[in-house]
């Protein structure tokens, strides 16, 4: 496709920061590789065209892992000195941990950004996930089974750790970023680690090719998790409403429970998602696994269809029990209290 190869205009680049330029300081976290470069480079420039805008920091993550990383920090380092930026590197100094070392390093990337959002007084961190990471996700998830919130895949911007977690090229092609840079003669880091048959996304992201020539290419997967997003959003208005009916909000609701009987007419995929509301929010223990609060709601169900309802379960440290035509979720004892 031929605008899969064409550098990023300033002009489409404005429209990717909208929303932003009132913000009083960014992190730009920048791995070094092509399309957090090309997210640096595009967003100097951004910036530079602005008479008034946010403080722009780079920030690398030295997880420790490889021996090159610290080099490329320091690549990064120079290219943001000629763009004028503050860079800074972040070391992951904590246990490695044996398994799960991808979804470890990852926690401590997001810890170590809010830090650093925190400590510049920055409202954003901006990553540069593309649209090939979006169907990635999205790939990754179907095969997992997800429900649809988490076929949505990533948004555009999402809270973490009280800073904004911003995601602006995330409709742009990763090709795209690369010809961007070619254009400007900017380098980046290669990071074996993307290709390691080790890992699942590399394992997914060499299928992709074969994906694509079956009509499943990138934009067709991104525009997928954009639909399903969109549905996702709609329920999601919906079980507020549900909600709200229910009075699941009201204070005295962990002790009386609410009224089992509209609970139990309401559309099944509502009742699963009000149940995990209200445990995530009380339990402390969570967020629940929406299998184990499929298996709650079977459970819940059959004890409404019995003359005489009674059930007491535990799920991601709340207890939910029925009994006397109510449903109470409160918060579990603590759980050495609850073994001894
Ligand atoms: N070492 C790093 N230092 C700073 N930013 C990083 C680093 N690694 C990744 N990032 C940021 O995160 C974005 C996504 O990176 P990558 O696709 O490698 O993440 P991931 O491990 O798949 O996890 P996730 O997609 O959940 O962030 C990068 O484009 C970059 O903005």
């Known amino acids: 496709m031929p605008d899969d190869q064409s550098a990023i205009l300033a002009r489409d680049a404005k429209r990717l920061f909208a929303g932003l330029s009132s913000a009083p300081a960014i992190v730009l976290a920048v791995s070094g590789g092509p399309d957090s470069i090309a997210l640096m480079w595009l967003a100097a420039r951004w910036r530079r065209a602005l008479a008034r805008g946010p403080r722009l920091v780079a920030v690398t993550v030295d997880h420790g892992l490889r021996p090159e990383a610290a080099r490329e920090a320091r690549d990064v380092k120079r290219l943001a000195r000629s763009l004028d930026l503050p860079h800074h590197t972040l070391r992951w100094s904590g246990p490695k941990p044996g398994t799960g070392l991808p979804a470890a390093a990852r926690e401590a990337r997001y810890r170590l950004l809010a830090q650093a959002a925190r400590k510049h007084g920055a409202t954003h961190i901006l990553t540069a996930h593309t649209r090939d990471d979006q169907a990635e996700t999205l790939l990754m998830r179907l095969l997992r089974g997800s429900g649809i919130a988490g076929l949505s895949a990533m948004a555009r911007e999402t809270a973490r750790d009280g800073v904004w977690l911003t995601r602006p090229l995330l409709e742009i092609s990763k090709a795209d970023l690369i010809a961007t840079l070619k254009k400007a003669r900017i380098g980046f880091a290669d990071d074996p680690t993307n290709r390691d048959p080790a890992f699942t996304r590399p394992r997914l992201r060499a299928l992709m090719p074969m994906l694509a020539e079956e009509g499943g290419d990138a934009r067709n997967l991104a525009r997928l998790a954009a639909r399903i997003a969109r549905a996702n959003?709609?329920?999601?208005?919906?079980?507020?409403?549900?909600?709200?009916?229910?009075?699941?909000?009201?204070?005295?609701?962990?002790?009386?429970?609410?009224?089992?009987?509209?609970?139990?007419?309401?559309?099944?995929?509502?009742?699963?998602?009000?149940?995990?509301?209200?445990?995530?929010?009380?339990?402390?223990?969570?967020?629940a696994e929406l299998g184990k609060v499929e298996t709650l709601l079977a459970a819940v169900d059959e004890a409404l269809g019995k003359r005489e309802p009674k059930l007491k379960q535990t799920l991601a440290g709340a207890v939910i029990s029925v009994g006397g035509g109510r449903i109470r979720i409160g918060p579990a004892p603590p759980r050495r209290a609850r073994s001894r």
């Open 233 to 287: 959003a709609a329920l999601e208005v919906l079980v507020d409403g549900a909600e709200h009916y229910l009075a699941l909000k009201s204070e005295d609701n962990p002790r009386n429970g609410f009224d089992a009987a509209p609970f139990a007419a309401m559309p099944e995929e509502i009742r699963l998602r009000l149940l995990k509301r209200v445990i995530d929010r009380t339990g402390h223990e969570g967020p």
